[in-house]
Nanobody
Framework: QLTLVESGGGLVQPGETLRLSCTAS????????IGWFRQAPGKEREGISCISSSDGETYSAAPVQGRFTPSIDNAKNTVYLQMNSLKVEDTAVYYC??????????????????????WGQGTQVTVSS
């Protein structure tokens, strides 16, 4: 059974960087699409960056384009989210999710919602001065 564990969250100041990790166990991530979603207090969960493990295709949503970059290390069965130039509005719980059968990383980011997919427990990112 696939289990995902996120790490790397924390408290940072605006303009700083963080790198989140999502380590999978139980199943290799080959042929999955992996997404980073976030949920801020009082808001719906949104897909922000997704990556296909088979061909490396990536997608990042408009609010994070040019600042956030997903990547995958298949040897470590781990997906990363590099977050640069963090803003106060990036404050949220960040989740990684793995799912199969998506035509594109963009489609997964825009359409996936619980209960579909295998989700991690989330990691808190707080951006505050």
């Amino acid at each position: 059974q696939l289990t995902l564990v996120e790490s790397g969250g924390g408290l940072v100041q605006p303009g700083e960087t963080l790198r989140l990790s999502c380590t999978a166990s139980g199943v290799t991530l080959d042929h999955f699409t992996i997404g980073w979603f976030r949920q801020a207090p009082g808001k719906e969960r949104e897909g922000i960056s997704c990556i296909s493990s088979s061909d490396g295709e990536t997608y990042s949503a408009a609010p994070v384009q040019g600042r956030f970059t997903p990547s995958i290390d298949n040897a470590k069965n781990t997906v990363y989210l590099q977050m640069n130039s963090l803003k106060v509005e990036d404050t949220a719980v960040y989740y990684c999710v793995a799912d199969g059968g998506w035509a594109s990383a963009q489609a997964m980011c825009e359409m996936l919602a619980p209960p579909y997919g295998r989700w991690g427990q989330g990691t808190q990112v707080t951006v505050s001065s």
